[in-house]
């Protein structure tokens, strides 16, 4: 049964930083373009970062996280994470994992998705 798994989500004050786990099972995660992806209330869900699936390691950031944000993949663990650093209240949103061909921050480009993790960053 394929399944992505997020954890690591919680609230944190501005400025600080939190981890983000994606576990998947049923996919080797080195064999997909792995990404993540946000919704905040009554916004679309957008495109965090990706990494791809090739031996490089290529990856993608959405401008508002540059600098801030690092995916990595652990192949031994099959799993995806995400540091965030410099946390601001506008990164309060869902996180969500989610797997496709391609490294690629839009939606429609993902396969599967993991169900989610909150992050909230306020004082």
């Known amino acids: 049964q394929l399944q992505l798994v997020e954890s690591g989500g919680g609230l944190v004050q501005p400025g600080g930083s939190l981890r983000l786990s994606c576990i998947a099972s049923?996919?080797?995660?080195?064999?997909?373009?792995m990404c993540w992806f946000r919704q905040a209330p009554g916004m679309e869900r957008e495109g965090v970062s990706c990494?791809?699936?090739?031996?490089?390691?290529?990856?993608y950031y959405a401008d508002s996280v540059k600098g801030r944000f690092t995916i990595t993949r652990d192949n031994a663990k099959n799993t995806v994470y995400l540091q965030m650093n410099s946390l601001k209240p506008e990164d309060t949103a869902v996180y969500y994992c989610?797997?496709?061909?391609?490294?690629?921050?839009?939606?429609?480009?993902?396969?599967?998705w993991g169900k989610g993790t909150l992050v909230t960053v306020s004082s």
């Open positions: 989610a797997a496709g061909p391609l490294a690629v921050l839009s939606p429609v480009g993902m396969n599967y």
């Open positions: 049923g996919l080797n995660v080195d064999g997909y373009g």
């Open positions: 990494i791809s699936s090739t031996i490089s390691r290529n990856t």
